[in-house]
């Protein structure tokens, strides 16, 4: 038995990457996870994988930056899962854009999935443990970029900023209900999102695809790109209770990125 059955987590863009290894990792921790995200077809997928291999999920559509979707998606959590513990908001969006070429559409859309999402996150997820009379854990999706900001990337970069931000003052005031709150800083990880990444910054500069692979990989210390396994394995411990004595933190798990 593991000190996590029978705790029910909730994992927002599970459909693929990060989020999906996140998901079938808190599944074999223990939790019955609930696997949120806007494709739905993905996200039943995922869902279905973690029933194949013996564990409890639901898969939930979604959209993080609708206040009301966030709400009922941990509503329908608790009732089908029977109880709520952990949310990790994990979707996210990362456009490449120029800082001279960007637009109040482009920060609208970002801060509005990436950041409001992040705070309807803690507002439901707080709401249903207040509600459950118990604390919980609530992790959000950082990034490297949201230490150190990386060029073509000014938006995101801010917005990853912006949830650090979300994470240290949060933590600070649901401290007293026995709620933890941090974040997972990731580096390159291998994802679709990447992929895009990579594939618009070579595009904009007219490199061939893979040029900004190689550059941003150079920077790792580890020598290799992460995987969305890597990322997962320290959400767990962020979901789990060896986390415990920890709350408001950042920590980068990026293999050692190093920038000049
Ligand atoms: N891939 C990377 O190199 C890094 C990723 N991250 C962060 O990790 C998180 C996951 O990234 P990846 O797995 O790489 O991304 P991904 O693009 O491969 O997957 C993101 C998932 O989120 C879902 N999603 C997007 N917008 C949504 C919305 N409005 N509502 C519900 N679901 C939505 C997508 O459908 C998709 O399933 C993101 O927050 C990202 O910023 C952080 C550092 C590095
Ligand atoms: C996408 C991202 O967060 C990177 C490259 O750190």
Redesign the pocket.
């Known amino acids: 038995m593991s000190r996590v059955d029978g705790k029910v987590a909730l994992v927002t863009g599970g459909g693929q990457g990060i989020g999906r290894a996140i998901a079938l990792r808190l599944s074999q921790d223990g939790f019955a996870v609930a696997v949120v995200d806007l494709n739905e077809d993905n996200a039943n997928k995922v869902a279905g994988e973690i029933e194949a291999a013996g564990g409890r999920s639901i898969a939930l559509k979604a959209d993080v930056s609708n206040r009301d979707e966030v709400f009922a998606a941990v509503e329908e959590t608790a009732s089908k899962l029977g109880g709520f513990d952990v949310i990790v908001n994990n979707a996210g969006i990362?456009p490449v854009k120029m800082i001279e070429e960007v637009t109040l559409d482009d920060l609208d859309k970002v801060f509005h999935i990436n950041v409001a999402s992040v705070v309807w996150g803690i507002q439901a997820a707080t709401a249903k443990l207040k509600e459950l009379g118990h604390g919980g854990k609530i992790v959000n999706a950082s990034?490297?970029?949201g230490h150190v900001g990386?060029a073509s990337?000014s938006v995101?970069s801010a917005s990853?900023f912006a949830v650090r931000s979300l994470t240290q003052t949060a933590a600070q005031e649901l401290a007293k209900y026995g709620i933890t709150v941090n974040a997972y800083c990731?580096?390159?990880v291998q994802t679709p999102?990447?992929g895009s990444?990579d594939k618009q910054i070579t595009n904009a500069k007219g490199e061939e695809q893979g040029e900004a692979t190689k550059e941003?990989g150079s920077k790792i210390t580890l020598g290799r790109l992460s995987t969305p396994e890597d990322v997962a394995a320290f959400v767990s411990f962020l979901a789990g209770p060896d986390s415990d004595y920890m709350t408001g933190q950042s920590p980068l798990i990026d293999g050692g990125m190093v920038f000049k």
């Open positions: 990362a990034s490297q970029a990386n990337l995101y990853k990731p580096g390159i999102m990447w990444i941003f």
